[in-house]
């Protein structure tokens, strides 16, 4: 995937989210958003000292930043390996700002360590 894969949002749509993150987010913000309507995404959980482990991410997609995006991960394709989360369509955005990240640094898709952690419920 390129960042030139992601239909970039509108501005009508951007300006919903607007108050919701501060400096250099907001410059990703299309981005992040255009991913977030995609309502899927194909990445690679990196993994120290072993090969990368390959998922499949779908949510649900609600343009209103308070309104609530379940996520469900599946890991190798394998049923058994699925993991749901549920957060305020912003912070999930928020979270897709780092696989933005990644996307323009040529590098996999993946989201960040912390959304693994609230994924995994290691911080409750």
Same mark, same amino acid.
């Given at each position: 995937?390129?960042?030139?894969?992601?239909?970039?949002?509108?501005?009508?749509?951007?300006?919903?989210?607007?108050?919701?993150?501060?400096?250099?987010?907001?410059?990703?913000?299309?981005?992040?958003?255009?991913?977030?309507?995609?309502?899927? &995404?194909?990445?690679?959980? #990196?993994?120290?000292?072993? /090969?990368? =482990?390959? !998922? *499949?991410?779908?949510?649900?997609?609600?343009?209103?930043?308070?309104?609530?995006?379940?996520?469900?991960?599946?890991?190798?394709?394998?049923?058994? &390996?699925?993991?749901?989360? #549920?957060?305020?369509?912003? /912070?999930? =955005?928020? !979270? *897709?700002?780092?696989?933005?990240?990644?996307?323009?640094?040529?590098?996999?898709?993946?989201?960040?360590?912390?959304?693994?952690?609230?994924?995994?419920?290691?911080?409750?």
């Amino acid at each position: 995937m390129s960042i030139e894969g992601i239909q970039p949002a509108s501005k009508q749509d951007i300006s919903v989210y607007i108050p919701y993150y501060q400096g250099t987010k907001r410059n990703a913000l299309p981005y992040a958003i255009g991913l977030y309507k995609r309502g899927n &995404l194909e990445g690679q959980r #990196t993994i120290e000292g072993s /090969e990368n =482990v390959s !998922f *499949l991410a779908t949510w649900n997609v609600s343009m209103l930043p308070a309104d609530l995006t379940r996520c469900r991960l599946q890991f190798d394709g394998d049923a058994e &390996l699925s993991y749901e989360v #549920t957060m305020a369509t912003f /912070e999930f =955005v928020d !979270f *897709l700002f780092d696989v933005v990240a990644a996307i323009r640094l040529k590098r996999d898709p993946d989201f960040s360590k912390a959304f693994y952690r609230r994924l995994l419920r290691m911080d409750e």
